[in-house]
């Protein structure tokens, strides 16, 4: 038995290649395209559309890749923006404690805890802030 015999459902070369020229514009990092369109391949067997033989399934494939890469993009954003609001320089919520750990060192270990933002965190949170 030849190893195609074996698997009737492999991945053609061509679908394969159109797939990734998808995945390669609808991903943020061209070195994340390989692993946008390993989700959307892994979505398809999860679905049942693994026959790529057929065009509604590599259609159906190619709108998944699109719509992962926009989630992607959409997580991207809302992290960068989630991170620079806890960013310490220009943020007048953290000013004051800037300025008392830059004219005090041996104050700054303590002065973290008790900063209003760390305060108001939950215990679980406050461990790691």
């Known amino acids: 038995m030849r190893p195609h015999d074996a698997a009737p459902h492999l991945l053609p070369a061509h679908v394969l290649e159109s797939l990734r020229v998808i995945a390669v514009q609808h991903s943020r990092v ?33 709108g998944v890749i699109r719509n992962l890469g926009a989630m992607t993009a959409r997580t991207a954003v809302r ?26 060192s041996a104050a700054a270990p303590m002065a973290w805890r008790e900063h209003p933002a760390v305060v108001a965190l939950p215990p679980s949170l406050r461990a790691v802030a």
């Not at 693994?50 to 065009?55: E, I, K, V």
């Not at 992290?79 to 830059?102: E, L």
Request: aromatic fraction near 6%; proline fraction near 2%.
């Open 79 to 104: 992290r960068r923006i989630r991170d620079s609001s806890w960013s310490h320089d220009g943020n007048p919520q953290f000013a004051s404690y800037s300025d008392t750990a830059s004219r005090s």
């Open 30 to 62: 061209a070195d994340d395209a390989d692993d946008l369109l390993q989700d959307a391949l892994l979505e398809a067997v999860r679905a049942g559309r693994d026959d790529l033989s057929q065009a509604v399934n590599v259609r159906w494939v190619a």
